[in-house]
């Protein structure tokens, strides 16, 4: 067990590393208040499309422990 000085030091050095990711506010966006009923509702163009754009990474030994997969929607 560490004495409790060093697990102090260590909780002060991880909260120091988050930065200011534990106090950042969202900002507000109108996209937070559209329903799923709403964007129905909005009329559709002829020439709208949509895409699934897939990322990926690994490390250099390919363990699937440090593999991420990310998608992301793109209307255009």
Do not use: N
């Given at each position: 067990?560490?004495?409790?000085?060093?697990?102090?030091?260590?909780?002060?050095?991880?909260?120091?590393?988050?930065?200011?990711?534990?106090?950042?506010?969202?900002?507000?966006?109108?996209?937070?208040?559209?329903?799923?009923?709403?964007l129905a509702l909005l009329p559709?163009s002829a020439d709208e499309r949509?895409?699934?754009?897939?990322?990926?990474?690994?490390?250099?030994?390919?363990?699937?422990?440090?593999?991420?997969?990310?998608?992301?929607?793109?209307?255009?």
């Amino acid at each position: 067990m560490q004495p409790a000085p060093f697990r102090g030091l260590l909780l002060l050095g991880g909260l120091l590393a988050c930065g200011c990711a534990l106090s950042a506010k969202k900002p507000p966006t109108p996209a937070a208040q559209i329903t799923s009923a709403d964007l129905a509702l909005l009329p559709k163009s002829a020439d709208e499309r949509y895409f699934i754009v897939f990322f990926g990474c690994h490390d250099a030994l390919h363990r699937a422990r440090s593999s991420h997969t990310w998608a992301t929607l793109v209307r255009v």
